[in-house]
């Protein structure tokens, strides 16, 4: 017994060391060389026989393909009531949220401007869209999200409707830091020190809802739109408005209402039409 037992003791430690297991690992398959491979986790570990050094390697194919699975199946679920009411359910939670956090806490994670992205907060360029101080500027970009938004939903679907709403907040907040950066050293150039346009932040959905709007205006241009709810015109002639007032905001220098912003929505709409017109929408 004893000698079983030294030469089992002896064949354990002429065994080839593995590497730890890996909670991601499961459901081994024997290969026909008797090697063994971890297929439902990130990582694969491949080894030809039970003798050989195991070697791991980064299963890149399994993760774009169940990111694939899980984003179709999220998105198929999707409806475009949802994404409208979500989006505005968003948007009021943080024009609430101004009113019980701390001021400092919001204009550093809900604005978006040059101090803040220098300093790494980066997640500004998104959080900024949903963040509304003043009522009347929540209520009609909500108005607007809501009319423009169900009917770009509902020609082309939710998931787009939701990508349009980001896309066009990140080219929003893109736009203005641009546009803020060539103010702040033409300022300096001009030795003009009352007015630093890093520190200005910006906030409010208007380069998302723009985006949704403007493409929908390029789509029906002949539709007839409501200017204050009031005065019917061709729905092309007040797009030509809306982005002639903002090039106007910007050679005025307006910093009250950023036309930069809301011209960065703008080019996200015109992207989007031409990708239809291209039918690679």
């Known amino acids: 017994m004893q000698g079983l037992i030294t030469k089992t003791h002896k064949l354990l430690l002429n065994l080839p060391k593995t590497t730890p297991f890996h909670p991601a690992l499961s459901n081994t398959r024997r290969g026909s060389s008797g090697g063994e491979i971890w297929e439902n986790g990130l990582v694969s ?12 390697q980064y299963n890149e194919d399994w993760y774009q393909r169940n990111k694939r699975r899980w984003w179709r199946s999220w998105s198929s679920s999707l409806t475009t009531d949802g994404v409208v009411y979500g989006l505005i359910a968003a948007n009021a939670a943080v024009f609430f949220l101004w009113r019980i956090k701390d001021h ?7 604005t978006v401007s040059l101090g803040n992205f220098k300093s790494g907060r980066v997640h500004t360029l998104i959080t900024s869209a949903f963040s509304h101080v003043d009522f009347f500027h929540l209520a009609s970009n909500m108005v607007g999200l809501y ?20 896309a066009g907040a990140l080219a929003g907040s893109v736009f203005y830091l641009v546009h803020h950066s060539f103010l702040a050293k033409l300022l300096k150039e001009r030795r003009i020190w009352d007015l630093n346009p890093s520190s200005v932040p910006a906030l409010g959905a208007s380069g998302a809802v723009n985006a949704i709007m403007l493409l929908n205006i390029f789509m029906f241009p002949r539709a007839t739109l409501y200017i204050n709810f009031l005065i019917p015109v061709p729905a092309i002639f007040l797009g030509m408005y809306l982005i002639g007032s903002d090039v106007l905001r910007i050679i005025e220098g307006d910093l009250q209402v950023s036309g930069s912003a809301h011209l960065g929505g703008a080019t996200v709409a015109l992207l989007a039409w031409l990708r239809f ?3 690679r929408f």
Do not use: C, D
């Open 104 to 110: 400092n806490f919001m204009e550093n994670h809900f």
């Open 147 to 166: 009319f423009f938004g169900t009917s770009i939903g509902r020609t082309f679907g939710p998931e787009t409707l939701l990508k349009l709403y980001f």
């Open 45 to 56: 570990r491949v080894a030809s026989s039970p003798w050989q050094k195991r070697k791991w």
């Open 277 to 279: 017109r291209q039918g």
